[in-house]
């Protein structure tokens, strides 16, 4: 299975084939057939064009070398192809009992001659094919990359276009981002809400957006200074279901715009962006979930809607009325952050979670790649109403209110116990507050960011919000 010496001479004419591809906005893969020292056939990619996912550069090789022999045997045949063939192609090649099959660049993700699996490599086959991979595999591979570095910029100028940034705000570049572990969702993003004024959301949405088809809706908001990736253990359990789950990153966190001055952050306009995105998208049968931020925002939303709502899970959170004094651990967190400000987000979440591994330590850390993009993060603390008259305080009195004397659905409350800034004391007070909140569930070994024990969370969140009379004041 040694190189023959025209091997890179016919390479180089799939080559021509699969920049021919590129040039027509297929993925450059090109391929050819030779008999006898002739090219009797050639092919490049062409599923995007044809809507045909078998259009692959060696299929449409292998249509037109049958045509051209009139046998859908092709006996004697070799063919060359610039990236390592799939499974239904190397399936196909053997079909028509190539003698001989040569490739480019490898394939690690679907390749099926030696990178992810061998179909030519069985002995029980009733043919063998002769296969010799890595001819001029630096120029194939480097058209590839070129390929989707291009499409990747064009991707990017168009997210920039539907999306512009503003003067005022940053923006994390998507690769910060890149291969977080255990958040495989894609993104979504809006910023036509009025309130937004041009900043651009980012949320997650995944399951069925029918409200007739999915059960319930979870509305899951992150508090400060994490994002929609704290919510990464609990999703599976919420889709596993058949539910529906957004996500937000708060305006400042995540992959959501973050303002370079701190002053844009207010309590009521952080709050109307959540609320303009539950009417924009529409969310009904919705359990609220919240911590932190998420809560001391979130638990003012139902009054003002509360048609969509049908329960709450609340961990380790407050309602933060101005009239009575913050708990000593938050007075405490607040004066770290002022003597801190660049203190470490994974660092920060990693010593009340110690099973957490680098790589999520560095997802908390990617949205905030400098100093500049952390004004929500030095604003936030300061954010949290301490006084009647501060911003925040009177809605947050009039959801009380509401939680107190008109709530009329489930809840769901969690604690972790070692929780030092918002630990079971403050829920005691809260789970007082809402109408019908039974005992709250309190987690040993858990800290103030829940969520990172949250697939037990959300499998007990699960069951307890599929019987309807359960927890609720009106059961």
């Not at 651009?200 to 200074?225: F, I, K, Q, S």
Request: aromatic letters at 8%; proline letters at 8%.
């Amino acid at each position: 299975m040694g190189k023959h010496p025209d091997d890179t001479h016919w390479m180089r004419l799939a080559l021509a084939e699969a920049q021919a591809a590129a040039q027509e906005g297929e993925v450059p893969v090109g391929a050819i057939v030779v008999k006898d020292g002739q090219v009797i056939a050639t092919g490049r990619n062409a599923p995007v064009q044809g809507h045909d996912p078998t259009a692959h550069a060696e299929i449409v090789a292998l249509r037109a070398a049958a045509q051209q022999l009139g046998n859908y045997r092709l006996d004697g045949c070799s063919l060359y192809v610039t990236l390592e063939p799939c499974a239904m192609c190397s399936g196909a090649m053997l079909h028509a009992r190539l003698a001989r099959v040569v490739y480019g660049a490898v394939e690690p993700k679907t390749g099926a001659a030696g990178s992810v699996l061998n179909l030519f490599g069985h002995v029980e086959i009733n043919h063998q094919t002769e296969v010799l991979g890595g001819v001029l595999a630096d120029e194939c591979g480097s058209l590839l990359s070129s390929f989707f570095a291009q499409r990747r910029r064009q991707q990017r100028a168009e997210a920039l276009a539907r999306h512009p940034l503003r003067d005022d705000a940053l923006r994390t570049p998507d690769a910060a981002f890149a291969d977080l572990p255990g958040y495989p969702w894609a993104p979504q993003y809006i910023s036509d809400l009025p309130s937004l004024a041009g900043l651009r959301l980012h949320y997650l949405d995944e399951g069925p957006p029918d409200p007739m088809v999915a059960p319930r809706t979870w509305l899951c908001l992150h508090g400060n200074p994490a994002w929609s990736y704290l919510y990464r253990r609990m999703l599976p359990a919420f889709l596993a279901a058949g539910d529906r789950v957004v996500a937000p990153d708060l305006i400042g966190f995540g992959k959501s715009d973050k303002p370079k001055k701190e002053g844009a952050h207010q309590f009521e306009w952080h709050r109307q962006v959540l609320l303009e995105l539950v009417e924009r998208l529409d969310l009904r049968n919705v359990v609220l979930v919240v911590q932190d931020w998420g809560g001391i925002l979130g638990l003012t939303l139902p009054m003002a809607m509360p048609e969509r709502f049908n329960g709450v899970l609340v961990m380790n959170t407050l309602l933060a009325t101005g009239d009575a004094p913050l708990p000593k651990g938050f007075v405490d967190w607040r004066a770290m952050c002022r003597d801190k400000p660049l203190y470490g987000v994974g660092r920060l979440l990693a010593r009340g979670n110690p099973h957490l591994s680098l790589a999520e330590c560095a997802a908390y850390d990617a949205p905030f790649p400098d100093k500049g993009y952390r004004a929500a993060l030095r604003a936030f603390p300061e954010r949290v109403p301490a006084a009647t008259e501060d911003p925040g305080a009177a809605l947050s009195r009039a959801a009380r209110d509401f939680w107190q004397q008109q709530w009329q659905g489930q809840t769901l409350m969690v604690v972790g116990a070692q929780d030092p800034v918002l630990g079971l004391p403050t829920m005691r007070t809260l789970q007082q507050t809402i109408q019908g909140c039974p005992e709250p569930v309190a987690l040993p070994d858990a800290g103030h960011f829940v969520q990172e024990h949250g697939e037990a969370i959300a499998a007990l969140a699960v069951e307890y919000f599929s019987f309807p009379g359960v927890g609720s004041s009106s059961g």
